[in-house]
Nanobody
Framework: QVHLAESGGGSVQTGGSLTLSCAAS????????MGWFRQAPGKEREGVATIDTGDGSTYYHDSVKGRFTISQDNAKKSVNLQMNKLNNEDTAMYYC????????????????????????WGQGTQVTVSS
């Protein structure tokens, strides 16, 4: 079973940058998609960015397009989220997630950014943006 561990969270001033990293270990199933999700107090968890591990396609929530970049390493053992031009609305707990597929399951597109399509989750890392 895949284990995910996030790192890189912290506090940053408005307009600053921060990079989050998600390390994947114990991969026994095919990972179709990996993504970053966030949840602010009083709000539902939302998809920030996803990446298709097969073809490298990336998808972003409108609120972070042009500011955030999701990427994975060549061995597909980690996924990063480069965050630039951070603002107060980016303050949230950020979670790394993977869509792990058992044998016989078809891997579709990662475009949806839907939380329920992911079945492996990290513990989260806090990002706080202050002005």
């Amino acid at each position: 079973q895949v284990h995910l561990a996030e790192s890189g969270g912290g506090s940053v001033q408005t307009g600053g940058s921060l990079t989050l990293s998600c390390a994947a270990s114990g991969v026994t199933d095919n990972i179709n998609c990996m993504g970053w999700f966030r949840q602010a107090p009083g709000k539902e968890r939302e998809g920030v960015a996803t990446i298709d591990t097969g073809d490298g396609s990336t998808y972003y929530h409108d609120s972070v397009k042009g500011r955030f970049t999701i990427s994975q390493d060549n061995a597909k053992k980690s996924v990063n989220l480069q965050m630039n031009k951070l603002n107060n609305e980016d303050t949230a707990m950020y979670y790394c997630a993977a869509q792990a597929l058992p044998p016989g399951m078809y891997g579709g597109s990662c475009v949806s950014l839907n939380t329920y399509e992911y079945n492996r989750w990290g513990q989260g890392t806090q990002v706080t943006v202050s002005s």
